[in-house]
């Protein structure tokens, strides 16, 4: 079955820089959430997206922004990278109506140096 | 406020036998689901079992089974015959509202889990 892909899987950046990280939901599921686990933490929920649009916010910094676009597939956007930004990100996705159904992609591992 | 509480930060278990790990959670809803992520070294958030408040039955899936007692607000996993993979960190997990539109998880702070052979 198709799960949640995310790119890259690893991504090394220097401080200042800019990332983008992407994710392509599972087919149909029309719901996209990002998060961010910092080493030896729980993840954080940083943002949601339904239907193409923003649904809900977390702790995300206003130096990130998300978009969620026509065919689905959600792009994260870190700029001015810092070093605690390191951390891995993870994309889920979903499907409104069901009543379970969150699928965690593998992740992006970003390491700012 | 809602809130995960993981009392075990980590644990060591015999392979073959049963493990079970805590989860507490904490929220004045009456529609909510708890799941449980197994998370390797590897990284990856691995989606282990699901259960729905209004859920009668607990849920199970093959050696996993979710001990759901909602009068106590707990929703322990239960791993039957422990294997060498199953080390990793587990997760509790809590989303709120009786479906998952748009409706963020929050994430109890972890179990570490070692079987040792």
């Known amino acids: 079955a198709a799960g949640v892909i995310q790119s890259p899987r690893h991504l090394i950046k220097e401080k200042r820089e800019t990332a983008t990280l992407k994710c392509y939901p599972i087919?149909?599921?029309?719901?996209v959430y990002w998060y961010q686990q910092g080493p030896g933490q729980d993840p954080q929920f940083l943002i949601s997206?339904?239907?193409?649009?923003?649904?809900d916010k977390g702790s995300i910094p206003d130096r990130f922004s998300a978009q969620q676009f026509s065919d689905y597939h959600s792009e994260l956007n870190m700029s001015s990278l810092e070093l605690g930004d390191s951390a891995l990100y993870f994309c889920a996705s979903s499907l409104s109506g069901s009543n379970y159904g969150y699928t965690f992609g593998s992740g992006t591992r970003l390491t700012v140096v | 406020a809602q809130k995960i509480t993981q009392t075990q930060p980590g644990m060591f278990v015999q392979e073959k036998e049963a493990v079970t790990l805590d989860c507490t959670y904490d929220?004045?809803?009456?529609?909510?689901?708890l799941f449980w992520y197994k998370q390797p070294s590897s990284g990856e958030m691995i989606f282990l079992i699901y259960q729905g408040s209004y859920d009668e039955q607990n849920a199970t899936e093959g050696r996993y089974s979710l001990n759901f007692q909602k009068a106590r607000k707990s929703a322990n996993l239960v791993i039957s015959a422990s294997q060498l993979g199953d080390s990793a960190m587990y997760f509790c997990?809590?989303?709120?509202?009786?479906?998952?539109?748009?409706?963020?998880?929050?994430f109890g702070s972890g179990t570490r889990l070692s079987i040792r052979p």
């Open positions: 997206f339904y239907e193409k649009m923003q649904s």
């Open positions: 929220t004045s809803d009456q529609s909510y689901g």
């Open positions: 087919p149909r599921h029309d719901t």
């Open positions: 997990a809590m989303f709120l509202g009786r479906y998952s539109s748009a409706s963020k998880i929050i």
